[in-house]
């Protein structure tokens, strides 16, 4: 059982360029999450999705896009990267709001 | 807004000892859930344990159990017997109908042998 997984782990991302991290679980979640961790900080929501379809924002959704066509995938789209959006992503899922989030292990991206 | 406060940066504990970790939290609404989540230098973050509000009781899981406070909205985990794998930082959250965690920024915790 593979929980949740992200990919890729690490990437180095040059300014104005775009990127995709890929998540995908498979438990049969309904409920999927992504978050960033900044260094000294919690993590901060930046989309979140109820359901296939169904996707809305976080706190922190500027220069973030996603979709969620399916149950098991919620890619996140970084359009136009900046340095401010280097961080750590944690993908994660839950399968009803309020139980426990498996978190994925995270995609180190940093923003040259 | 929800905000959940950490205000110990860094903690240390001797093998086997017992620790207390501090989170406090603020929020106006009466149905909520309160998490402690454990992230390893590999980081995956790893449930540790899940207070639900409206119960009295305070939760435990083996060697982890919180002190939940609700009027004085304080939220802390206690870790007795502490191995060196329970080296990480600890993060307080906050849960509610929003579906949205509201993360403290961590402690993290020093187990010396």
């Known amino acids: 059982n593979a929980g949740v997984t992200q990919t890729p782990k690490f990437r180095i991302l040059k300014i104005g360029q775009s990127m995709t991290l890929q998540c995908t679980q498979d438990m049969n979640h309904n409920y999927m999450y992504w978050y960033r961790q900044d260094p000294g900080m919690g993590l901060k929501l930046i989309y979140y999705s109820v359901g296939a379809g169904i996707t809305d924002k976080g706190e922190v959704p500027n220069g973030y896009n996603v979709s969620r066509s399916t149950t098991e995938d919620f890619p996140l789209r970084l359009e136009l990267a900046a340095p401010s959006q280097t961080s750590v992503y944690f993908c994660?899922?839950?399968?009803?709001?309020?139980?426990?989030?498996?978190f994925g292990q995270g995609t180190r991206l940093t923003v040259v | 807004a929800q905000t959940v406060t950490q205000s110990q940066p860094e903690m240390s504990v001797q093998e086997a000892e017992t620790v207390t970790l501090s989170c406090t939290y603020d929020?106006?609404?009466?149905?909520?859930?309160l998490f402690w989540y454990k992230q390893p230098p590999s980081r995956q973050m790893i449930l540790v344990i899940r207070?639900?509000?409206?119960?009295?009781q305070n939760a435990t899981e083996n060697r982890f159990s919180v002190n939940f406070q609700k009027a004085a909205k304080s939220f802390s985990l206690k870790i007795s017997d502490s191995q060196l794998g329970d080296a990480a930082m600890y993060f307080c959250?906050?849960?509610?109908?929003?579906?949205?965690?509201?993360f403290g920024t961590g402690t993290r915790l020093k187990v010396l042998a």
């Open positions: 994660a899922s839950s399968v009803v709001w309020n139980t426990e989030a498996f």
């Open positions: 959250a906050y849960l509610s109908g929003t579906y949205k965690y509201i």
């Open positions: 207070q639900e509000a409206y119960k009295q």
């Open positions: 929020t106006s609404e009466s149905d909520y859930y």
